[in-house]
């Protein structure tokens, strides 16, 4: 089901209650593959295409950000997840992104390309 709204086509993903935590839908809207992911009852959209090589990026997992855990001295001690910053990582070559913004972690220069998703009750929209 799609309608328009400000120039801006709607695309029916789902209801939230096809939306458990980190799961995806995909539609096709005007030849864009789009993935709209749930993540801590949150919505992203993101063209399924990493900059890097083309990869399924919207089918990669979802981790918090590697951060070096270091002692007084700066010296590594070991590594954690971030609670603070999740990453979406692209299956085919580990390509890292911000998921709240879809930024590359390694050159924040480059990003996904980003769509707005909107709720109507249950209904879940991906706007193209």
Known sequence: ??????????????????FADDTRRFVEAGGTEIGVL????????????CVHQGGPVCEGRILGRVE?????????????FSDSETHLICP??????DLETGECAVDRRLKLRRFEVAEKGDEIYVLV
Not at 41 to 49: I, L, Q, T
Not at 68 to 80: I, T, W
Not at 92 to 97: A, D, F, K, L, T
């Open 38 to 49: 749930c993540h801590d009852g949150r919505f992203y959209a993101y063209e399924n295409r």
């Open 1 to 18: 089901m799609e309608g328009q709204v400000k120039d801006r086509v709607e695309v029916l993903v789902g209801v939230r209650s096809d």
């Open 92 to 97: 085919w070559h580990g390509y890292e992104y």
């Open 68 to 80: 070096a855990v270091l002692d007084e001295e700066q010296r590594v001690l070991g590594e954690r």
